[in-house]
């Protein structure tokens, strides 16, 4: 029998739990305490997944988990000034939480003018204040406890982003939680949660920005979790511009009520092995869900998407863009499944990956994954590998725009598409200018 | 005596294998304007991208002087700068590249060459809104995507927009004219005839005689088969009209051409 799960690089990972539990001095609640047990138990149990393991077969984690990856116990040893936080960030109009090395900095922080019954705060206090509303929610959709980074980041769950926007809401300014890492004398794993809760009628916008402020190998194991309730609309925009030499594994889980929007837009930038595995499940008729992403993969990288959006009613939509572009000896991998379940009839979903490859040693593993058990639906999916088109270089240069010029117009223009998914201008703004800065390098 | 602009010199060209060009030899001078006349296939569009540069078209023998230099070493952007520019026949589609930043960066990388400075975007705006005025080219055009899902007629406008803001020494239209309405015409014939100085020349290739009625030549050249068989003044193309190609053909005398 093939091994899928190694408990190989487990009990490093153990030990650091053990050193984040101590160092909390009995400061967490029950509630926690409850999750925390059951979440590590459960790691201890069954490890990380090998190649074998279907979910992982273009990723081997071995890279990442033979680090001795140590959490940060508290943040005094990393002063942070005002100008690393707005360097490293979207520094648009936001209600905005900053997190370095998993730590809140509410000093960096700001959520002044909220509209009444709107939170908008970090994870850790929060726990305390409204126990009932995120014991409901937090890490209790099973989908998150077969993924065995995201149950270690449910064991190490402290600090985070919490979002509940009341009902008939709207949020005009987006939320912003920035997760910096920063150089530290070990090699630092951090695990950022974000729960957020639209409840019926609202809408918002949110962002999870994850960066590292110097080349340096850290983990970054996130996952975000989002409730969105009934006819709201919930705008979620992932921004990864981690460190180089980092790893980062994050996982998010949306659950869509009826009438609900969610829009899940990922965009990865950073990172020496990324794995990106975002999940939609439309729980109530008439929700749509769109699932889009870009990633840029270059020297010596590994990005890994593997999308799931999950029809469970009828009369849903989904709609899912991946656009990739591959230079030097990247590797790009998109995973898309649709599940259609036996009730989900009338269910219409459309899926697309798009590569761009820049150069002969790159690399692109895609494969749309279909699995519909019900009779009355339409799925369609296409995936695309191509090179930049010669007319249209030759079209630049025939205008004088010199060839590197025209190459670099030309895979910023594939690029864009899915960056103007973001709604937001001056999210997509930003987006458009890392990309650019990208692409200039 | 009138200046060269361009001079051709027993040009031979091929794509991917096939011959096409046989032996072109075409002068033009600074002020002038000459038409180029052909049946379809007869190689119009060869010439012209051959002039432009493009990679896929291999130029076998013969040589092309473009301002007293060898065009054929130049590299297309090189060529552009140097103002030379081609309305293409079929104007390639560019989605996710915005007109505006595509026609800045062009006429910014020809500025440059110039050694002028390169505009801002408040300078570049301000000549734009100068020249669309003029040319009454719809501003939704320069902010959509380049060509992207434009009609024919629209496309067509674009490159002549894009040669008015250019302002180009030598204009190369291949078949710009085609599939355009009375009134497409005529904004195209203004564009090409308001660019008209004798500080620069333009070369229009054409299927129709009806465009030189609004864009009147100096000079017409058949091409057919890859030669120019026979050149004259602006009454050849009204000739050919009435009496096509064939005609032409025989009164060249094709089959000594051939041999
Ligand atoms: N990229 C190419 N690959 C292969 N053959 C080509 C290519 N471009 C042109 N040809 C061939 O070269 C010949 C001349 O084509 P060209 O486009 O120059 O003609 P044209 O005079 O412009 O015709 P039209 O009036 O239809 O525009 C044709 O036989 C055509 O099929
Ligand atoms: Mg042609």
Sequence with gaps: MSKKYTTDNTQQFLDAFKLFKSSLNGDSTGLWEAKRAEAIKLFEEKGFPTTKHEEWKYTNVIPIVRNHFRPVISNDEFPVDAETVSRNGFGGDAYRLVFINGHFLPEHSTTKDLPDGVIVGSLGPAIREHTELIARHIASYSDSFEHSFATLNTAHIRDGGFVFIPKNVCLENPVHLLYITAPSEAVVVTYPRTLVITESGSQATIIEEFVGTELETYLTDSVAEAIVGENSHLSHIKIQHESREAYHVGASHALLERNANYFNNSISFGGRIVRNDPWAVLNGEGGHAAIDGLYLVGKDQLIDNHTSIDHRVPNCTSHELYKGILSENGHGVFNGKIFVQPDAQKTDSVQSNMNLLLSDNAEIDTKPQLEIFADDVKCTHGATIGRLDDNSIFYLRSRGIGVEQAQKMLTYAFATEVIEHIKDEAVQGYVKGLLDSRIED | ?259
């Excluded at chain 2, 473009?66 to 590299?75: Q, V």
């Excluded at chain 2, 719809?138 to 007629?153: I, M, Q, T």
């Design chain 2, 1 to 259: 005596m009138s200046q060269s602009i361009l001079d051709i010199k027993n040009l031979h060209a091929s794509v991917e294998g096939n011959d096409i060009l046989q032996g072109i030899n075409l002068a033009i001078n600074l002020g002038e304007v000459h038409a180029i006349m052909g049946p379809n296939g007869s190689g119009k569009s060869t010439l012209a991208q051959v002039l432009a540069g493009h990679e896929a078209y291999e130029v076998t023998s013969g040589e092309v002087l473009y301002k007293g230099f060898d065009l054929i070493e130049l590299d297309p952007e090189e060529r552009a700068r140097e103002g030379l520019f081609l309305a293409f026949q079929y104007p390639v589609e560019l989605p996710g590249v915005n007109g505006m930043y595509f026609l800045k960066a062009a006429l910014n990388a020809v500025r440059t060459h110039r050694g002028e400075e390169e505009l801002d975007a408040a300078d570049f705006m301000a000549l734009v809104r100068e020249k669309t005025g003029v040319l009454e080219v719809p501003k939704e055009l320069l902010n959509r995507p380049v060509n992207a899902g434009f009609s024919g007629g629209e496309k067509k406008r674009n490159e002549i927009f894009q040669m008015t803001v250019l302002e180009p020494t030598l204009a190369v239209l291949d078949e710009t004219d085609s599939g355009l309405d009375i009134d497409a015409l005529r904004v195209v014939a203004d564009g090409v005839n308001r660019l008209r100085r004798p500080e620069n020349a333009t070369l229009v290739i054409t299927h129709y005689q009806r465009l030189l009625n609004y864009i009147v030549p100096d000079f017409v050249h058949v091409l057919s088969e890859g030669r120019i068989i026979k050149s004259g003044e602006k009454e050849l193309a009204l000739e050919l009209e009435e009496k096509g190609y064939d005609w032409v053909k025989e009164h060249a005398g094709d089959g000594e051409l051939v041999g």
